[in-house]
């Protein structure tokens, strides 16, 4: 089915749905709400009167978020409608069959692509990182936009690499200052290289959604990084927002992917 607009019933707030069918469906998360917890303040208490129902057979008494994000991060939540949904989702995500791109404003002047590949929690943990764009600031001297791909998934990865490279993300206290010197980038020519690729998954999204998808994900990123800046109180240099060029074609890679679920 086609993706549809944001929407809620009975007055109840709503979320930003960029694509629907009987199966699942991805919803867009605002910056600041948290993905599990009750009532309106969550996309768990949200997604429920935003999505069709279906009627295949398993269907979920309640839509079910098959992953999350934390609560300062803005972007795509995959939505399961189905006892099927929830398992062939799970699965893929388990093993590492999807493509997590995540955008992210980082302090200082980051260049060129790189491997982080550090333990954590006693376990390997690799991030794959591509500097996007510079822009100066007043406060820090230099901010760099990146993209980055968790290879593994350790518990605040993203977070606790850029930090301990050197270039902790914008606005994030805990590990602001955590800086490892025995942690370091290697360099590498083409952060694509290094990424799970989509050519062998099922790919049944049309151009037209699959750039929707994108747009809103990329959009959902510029508003939490944006919101950052203002909650930090940067100069008016630092919250101009950057102009950001974007391939769509590249997105349409990196961003997201959907498979057939079979009930």
Known sequence: SAPVKPHASEGKEGLHVVYEDDHFACVVKPQGIPTQGKGEGSVQGRVKYCLQPTQLPGALFRPHQVHRLDAGTGGLVLIAKTRAAVAALGT???AHNM???YLA????RLDGDGIVNYPLQGKTAISIYSAVQHCQSESYGWLTWVSLWPKTGRNHQLRKHMAYIGHPILGDMQYKHHRKPDCKAVPVADAQLHVPQLH????EVLPEQQARMAAAAQAAAMEAAIGLLHEQGLGQQDQ????LKVDTQQQQQQQHHSRKVDS
């Open 240 to 243: 101009q927002q950057p102009k």
């Open 200 to 203: 062998d998954l099922i790919i």
């Open 99 to 101: 493509q997590k791109r």
């Open 92 to 94: 893929d995500l388990a």
């Open 105 to 108: 404003l980082v302090i200082g």
